[in-house]
């Protein structure tokens, strides 16, 4: 009797042991992927398109000769503007300029000043006028925080701010007319 429970615990061990020496080989493909860091980046999106803002007055001369001529102008800033961060989740305006200044091929301003003589030239036609502007241009950026998954894929941390920038400085804002005319944009 003490042998044939003898045999049946050596056949029990046998047939459990041989079913552990399986298990890893016939679960592995059942198993989760080794997974992600949780690695964070940001993504820079520009909205809508370029606007300008006037930063000094407009400025015109007549061409009163018989040919084309390239006239000057020699303009002086009258306000000073400068590039503003709204922020959602941190950041500050240096953040914001050398995240986009990374993320994007525009190059941005942090701030213009008031009284600076800056020139322009213009090819005004003969017996018309040629009138220029300065002024900056600013475009919209968001920037928004992702972090990848375990399973590797994206996940929106939320939108960090947007950066209302100055992407050219100066801007010249030009017309050739036979009358006096607005420069545009």
Partial sequence: ????????????????????????????????????PPDTWYEVTQYGSAHYEAIGSPSGKYNSSSSTETLRYDLTTTSSKS???????????????????????????????SGKTLANTINVPAHKYGYTTPKIERRVFQIEKYQDTPRCTPRSLGVVGRLNAITAYPFFSECTAASPCTPKP
């Fill in 1 to 36: 009797m003490i042998t044939a429970i003898r045999k049946g615990a050596l056949l029990g061990v046998l047939v459990l042991g041989g079913g552990l020496l399986l298990a890893p080989s016939a679960f592995a493909a059942a198993e989760e992927p080794a997974g992600c």
């Fill in 83 to 113: 590039t503003t961060w709204s922020a959602e989740a941190g950041g500050s305006v240096s953040w914001g300029i050398a995240t986009v200044q990374a993320k994007t091929s525009y190059s941005v301003t942090k701030q213009t000043t």
